[in-house]
């Protein structure tokens, strides 16, 4: 069973650029979350998918867009990027949406905005 | 809306010690699971111990456990005998319906030999 994986593993963007992170869940899990970690602080939701349809959004803008494919691999994709987008990004899958199900960590993608 | 509060930045314990950890939190949902993750250099979240809102006895994982005090929103994380490895950033989590978790800030532990 393979667990969740994240590529790239680091990035440098310019402001302005359009960037695609990408991470494939662990095997049989039909859901992914995505985190934007700052640095010293905690992961903030972005968005999440479920069966391919977006199903909850954080308080982040629209230039954060998403997939999740037939696989259940998925997609960030962040527009016009600003030097606040600079951050860890991590993908978490899980089995279900149930409350208690364990959301399992990708190493994320360190993204740097310059 | 949610909300995980984390009061110790840093934490320090010696080797073969107990530490503590604090955690409280907000909600108005009466179903919900909170959890803690531990966060090593690696930057893998991994998660440590688990607790349902609706049970009253305190989560166990081997050296790990929690102190839930539903009341007082309260769900704190006791390290025992406490290993180098366990040296990592720890975040307090919160989950309702649909997974999606709410964290607090977290909490640097460092372990020294």
């Known amino acids: 069973e393979t667990g969740v994986t994240q590529s790239p593993t680091h990035l440098i963007k310019t402001r302005g650029q359009q960037v695609t992170l990408r991470c494939s869940s662990q095997s049989g899990h039909n859901t992914v979350s995505w985190y934007q970690q700052a640095l010293g602080q905690g992961p903030q939701f972005i968005f999440q998918?479920?069966?391919?349809?977006?199903?909850g959004r954080g308080n982040f803008p629209p230039r954060f867009s998403g997939l999740q494919f037939p696989n259940y691999s998925s997609e960030l994709n962040v527009n016009a990027l600003e030097l606040d987008d600079s951050a860890l990004y991590l993908c978490a899958s899980s089995l279900d949406l149930g409350a208690g199900t364990e959301a399992f960590f990708g190493q994320g993608t360190r993204l740097t905005v310059v | 809306a949610q909300t995980v509060t984390q009061s110790q930045p840093e934490m320090s314990v010696q080797e073969a010690e107990t530490v503590t950890l604090s955690c409280t939190y907000d909600?108005?949902?009466?179903?919900?699971?909170l959890f803690w993750y531990k966060q090593p250099p690696s930057r893998q979240m991994i998660l440590v111990i688990r607790q349902e809102a609706y049970k009253q006895q305190n989560a166990t994982e081997n050296r790990f456990s929690v102190n839930f005090q539903k009341a007082a929103k309260s769900f704190s994380l006791k390290i025992s005998d406490s290993q180098l490895g366990d040296a990592a950033m720890y975040f307090c989590a919160l989950g309702e319906y649909g997974n999606k978790l709410v964290f607090g800030a977290g909490t640097i532990l460092r372990v020294k030999s």
């Open positions: 909600t108005s949902e009466s179903d919900y699971y």
């Open positions: 998918y479920y069966r391919e349809e977006e199903n």
